[in-house]
């Protein structure tokens, strides 16, 4: 098989583009219909994203006039919710996204609007497989070409070049960050549509059904970095178990590979567990009460089948 995903997330990751697709549908055909343009729109909405920062009033204010824009008649609400989703995605290629802030104006955006928060899945599915998660191997009865094949994993092309390994990595672990830092945002009075309950499904269907190599050893390292803290926080002993797993069963096989590329990624994953680092709230996760300076410092940038026992 192909593609190698839990059927759960297939099936959830295809409801998602539904909703994307709908969406996009419609956004052509206002584009079509309408003598007016709404770029202004849009670039309102990617500006706000860029001055997101980790501070309370930065995200709550951030949040608020997203809120604002979606409810203005004067722009189509799907116009506004599509460049959200795009540009929330797109952002995090910037060094200077800080993840968990931008996490929270996201979950503070969507307990107000919860249709929201499927397209904004539905565009992470597109820019990232892994935050389905699924993974895809190659098949040369598949794929034409190896190039058709980096390109369904979510390689870059440029002049019709695929990007670098190396390039293609920083930008999966930048996805992978936002992504892990979205399923443990709580502020409170918030209802994060997509939180705890969802990184645990993701990790279970995860583990039981990608391959380990060097794509899902970024994956999995940058969400335990962002998400492991929130998530042993909730479920302890259970996180502890697939923490078990994970040394295991997945350093296991990525070990037996035998290739040395792979050494400083299982080094760190082998560190955050044998160091507990998941004890440690990482930096930048608590929204600060105000910045120090003007200039904010970037950020460094549902069970586990084992012997057929599900942690769900």
């Given at each position: 098989d192909v593609v190698k995903a839990a059927k759960s997330a297939l099936i959830v990751e295809q409801g998602r583009l539904q909703k994307f697709k709908e969406i996009d549908e419609k956004n052509r055909e206002i584009h079509i219909n309408f003598v007016q343009d709404f770029s202004s729109n849009e670039r309102h909405v990617?500006?706000?994203?860029?001055?997101?920062?980790?501070?309370?009033?930065?995200?709550?204010?951030?949040?608020?006039?997203?809120?604002?824009?979606?409810?203005?008649?004067?722009?189509p609400?799907?116009?506004?919710?599509?460049?959200?989703?795009?540009k929330v995605v797109s952002h995090c290629e910037s060094p200077d996204n800080a993840a968990f802030a931008c996490a929270h104006v996201i979950v503070m955006v969507t307990s107000k609007m919860p249709h929201v928060m499927d397209v904004l899945l539905a565009e992470f599915h597109m820019a990232c497989i892994f935050t389905v998660p699924k993974y895809i191997v190659y098949s040369k009865a598949a794929?034409?070409?190896?190039?058709?094949?980096?390109?369904?994993?979510?390689?870059?092309e440029d002049n019709g070049k695929i990007e670098n390994v190396k390039d293609y990595l920083k930008r999966l672990e930048s996805y992978m960050r936002l992504y892990g830092a979205l399923v443990q945002t709580e502020p409170p009075g918030f209802q994060n549509a997509h939180g705890l309950k969802e990184g645990w499904a993701w990790l279970a269907r995860f583990l039981n059904t990608l391959p380990a190599n060097v794509y899902t050893a970024v994956a999995l390292n940058a969400f335990l970095q962002m998400a492991g803290f929130g998530l042993f926080r909730r479920y302890r002993r259970q996180f502890q178990k697939i923490l078990n797993v994970i040394s295991e069963d997945y350093l296991g096989a990525l070990k037996a590979r035998g290739d040395s590329e792979l050494k400083p990624i299982i080094a760190e994953i082998q560190s955050y567990i044998e160091d507990k680092k998941?004890?440690?709230?990482?930096?930048g996760r608590a929204m600060q009460d105000s910045l120090l300076s003007s200039v904010m410092v970037p950020e460094s940038d549902h069970g586990y089948n084992q012997s057929n026992r599900y942690y769900y």
């Open positions: 990617a500006r706000l994203i860029r001055q997101i920062r980790g501070t309370k009033d930065n995200v709550r204010s951030k949040a608020s006039e997203l809120v604002k824009i979606f409810s203005n008649p004067a722009c609400q799907s116009i506004s919710i599509a460049a959200f989703a795009r794929f034409e070409s190896k190039e058709a094949y980096y390109k369904a994993l979510g390689f870059q998941f004890l440690k709230e990482p930096e």
